[in-house]
């Protein structure tokens, strides 16, 4: 009963705190755990004049359907490699970005650099695919033209299946390198600087400064992230790749949230698309409890 009692007692000493995240409480439940109630149209044959509980009941139809489809391997595959490229390249650039940002000591320039480093970021998945395409344009692209220049032979790189994916990833990371290295330039600001300061007495390089104090000095924030970032392995945005799609390169640019769109939103096979992407959100839950158990049991950080 005290124990109890303690516990209303901290959370009226702290009641503007919980004030202050009511709204996003309110954001969540609205319009993320509400919507849950609609999972179930992945199990029934959804009809809207019929609503959820009028359609009928199929059970795993739908699922074994998407399994059991032409297309099921492809879409896995290519959802999982293009995610695992963008993983193991993305994912160490802005870090690596933040780290030699924090060795500039004239603090106007690196303000300047990060500036524009950021600015990609806001552009329109529009705005980039438009940038793209008259870049790589096969007759008037500046890639090509530079080709043509040094003699090589002019090529049409977004209908090129196997250059998709190189495409896609690096357009992504020249996109949000900037933005993505906020949250380890904000950890490093945090890491003590007495630590550069001995580190420079005892004669360390710049290079042994960034792997002995700056790295272990963000590695938890490191970790949370990765954690996070497997735990969303199976997500990527459709609208980036719907644009940049075409019957050439379908091969490797179709994925699951494209298979979702033609299949749920132009088919009007809204439950065969709900099944779609239960068992899309059900592999990254998956995916987010192994990669934290065997964070945890690699090191002390970890979400739970």
Request: aromatic residues 14%.
């Given at each position: ?102 060795e500039i000591e004239h603090k106007i320039y690196e303000k300047l ?80 600087p007495s630590l550069y300061e001995a580190a420079t007495i005892d ?90 158990s065997i964070v945890r049991r690699l090191g002390e950080v970890s979400?739970?």
């Amino acid at each position: 009963m005290s124990g109890l009692l303690d516990f209303f007692k901290n959370r009226k000493r702290t009641w503007q705190l919980y004030l202050l995240i009511t709204p996003v409480l309110i954001y969540y439940i609205i319009f993320h755990y509400a919507p849950m109630y609609g999972i179930q149209i992945a199990f029934r044959d959804f009809m809207p004049s019929r609503g959820f509980v009028g359609s009928e009941w199929v059970g795993l139809k739908h699922f074994q359907r998407f399994f059991s489809s032409y297309y099921f391997k492809r879409i896995l595959l290519n959802t999982i490699m293009i995610n695992l490229y963008s993983l193991l390249v993305g994912f160490p650039v802005p870090i690596l970005f933040a780290l030699l940002l924090n060795e500039i000591e004239h603090k106007i320039y690196e303000k300047l650099v990060q500036n524009v480093t950021y600015i990609p970021h806001f552009l329109s998945a529009v705005v980039v695919v438009s940038i793209l395409q008259l870049m790589l344009n096969p007759n008037m692209g500046v890639v090509n033209m530079a080709l043509e220049a040094v003699g090589l032979s002019k090529k049409d790189f977004l209908t090129d299946a196997p250059l998709f994916k190189h495409i896609y990833v690096w357009s992504g990371i020249w996109q949000n390198m900037g933005w993505n290295s906020i949250i380890y330039i904000a950890a490093l600001s945090g890491v003590n600087p007495s630590l550069y300061e001995a580190a420079t007495i005892d004669g360390a390089s710049r290079l042994q400064k960034m792997r002995y104090i700056s790295i272990p000095g963000i590695m938890p924030t490191i970790v949370i992230l990765f954690i996070l970032r497997c735990g969303a392995i199976m997500n990527i945005g459709f609208e980036k790749i719907l644009l940049m799609q075409n019957d050439l390169n379908m091969e490797s640019s179709d994925v699951i949230s494209t298979f979702v769109y033609r299949s749920g939103i132009l088919g009007a096979d809204y439950s065969f698309s709900a099944a779609v992407g239960l068992f899309n959100s059900v592999c990254n839950f998956i995916l987010l409890i192994i990669t934290n158990s065997i964070v945890r049991r690699l090191g002390e950080v970890s979400l739970w």
